[in-house]
């Protein structure tokens, strides 16, 4: 994207974190399983300002897999980024946070938002909002350990009848940390419902530190929606870019006052998508790229002409020359018809 934009235009004027001035405050969303380096690599020239790993669960350094030492691989032109962690321990996520700082990373993100049941079940990711000193004790630690900037990701509270979203933000301030995202559902909507963008504008309101906004972001109008409401300092795009990146380069657009992009044409999906395969192959080898392949690549034929045939066939392959071949087929195909790309399937 160009560095050179009008800022005049941009909706939000962007923020410093430590040495790195994010002009454009759009970020991508850490997913586990979905936005490793191979994925990364890709959303990030739709004018991501920020990116972030997937979650690494502080044991899993402190026991040194290898699978946890590919999860933090940060590729060169990703900076600024930041490696996300999550425990409950201080001191096993402090050497996790330094471990973070170790392998490249720009800023440490602490994870209490997560609501799977097996990271709650060990008091970390949004089960420590249930604790508020156990929070400031962690983040304390943190910020103390490291000498990069630390951020926190957040829901807004465990429950309904427990939301505590503004303490959360006040402490998070406190405790030095130097942005706060805010994923607008409590931990017992898991992703089910709608995400009250309200509860991120009392983060936004009770602390002084960015605050970036983050739960059903969709599109362009979505974003600057949620910009209204809450009155955020930015904005995180998550489960929309499964299978669409693109969607970060029109909330990109939104975000900078420039037009809409065009949606993409076969060729340009096939472009994606052949480069997304490669880098998963590359990335983690044939054998597990073909598993990860199996998801991403059905995610992108999602909504598409002939869609559902192609996911029956795709989703049972194992050799990877004929998944390259038959996906080839099947999305270049789809030029053929380019006025009908969009089907029901």
Not at 224 to 253: H, T
């Amino acid at each position: 994207m160009d560095s050179d934009l009008d800022k005049s235009k941009h909706l939000l004027p962007g923020f410093k974190l430590g040495n790195f001035n994010i002009d454009v405050p759009l970020v991508l969303a850490p997913m586990a399983g979905i936005t490793d380096l191979p994925f990364r690599k890709i959303c990030k020239r739709f004018g991501v300002g920020l990116v972030v790993t997937e979650m690494i669960a502080s044991r899993a350094v402190d026991m040194g897999r290898e699978r946890t030492e590919r999860m933090a691989e940060l590729g060169a032109e990703e900076h600024p980024a930041s490696i996300q962690i999550a425990g409950s321990d201080p001191l096993f996520v402090t050497e996790a946070a330094r471990w973070a700082v170790g392998h490249g990373a720009d800023f440490v993100d602490i994870n209490m938002g997560c609501p799977v049941k097996k990271i709650c079940k060990q008091t970390a990711g949004s089960a420590m909002l249930k604790d508020e000193a156990l929070v400031a004790r962690v983040l304390e630690a943190v910020v103390k350990a490291v000498d990069v900037p630390v951020t926190l990701k957040i829901r807004t509270g465990w429950d309904e009848v427990s939301k505590n979203v503004e303490n959360i933000a006040r402490i998070a301030e406190e405790s030095g940390i130097q942005m706060l995202t805010v994923h607008g559902r409590t931990r017992a909507q898991m992703f089910h419902g709608h995400a009250n963008w309200e509860d991120i504008g009392l983060a936004k309101a009770a602390c002084s530190i960015p605050v970036i906004g983050n739960g059903d972001i969709v599109d362009g109008e979505s974003a600057k929606e949620m910009i209204r409401i809450s009155n955020c300092d930015g904005v995180m795009v998550g489960r929309a870019v499964q299978g669409n990146p693109w969607v970060l380069g029109e909330v990109y657009a939104a975000l900078t006052g420039e037009p809409k992009p065009a949606a993409p044409t076969a060729e340009e999906r096939w472009a994606i998508v052949i480069e997304h395969m490669n880098n998963l192959a590359e990335h983690h080898g044939v054998k597990f790229a073909s598993k990860m392949a199996r998801k991403h690549v059905i995610w992108y034929s999602k909504g598409l002409r002939g869609s559902a045939d192609f996911r029956s066939h795709f989703q049972v392959m194992n050799d990877w020359q004929q998944m390259l071949d038959f996906a080839q087929g099947y999305f270049l195909g789809l030029g053929e018809h380019e006025d009908e790309l969009s089907d029901v399937a």
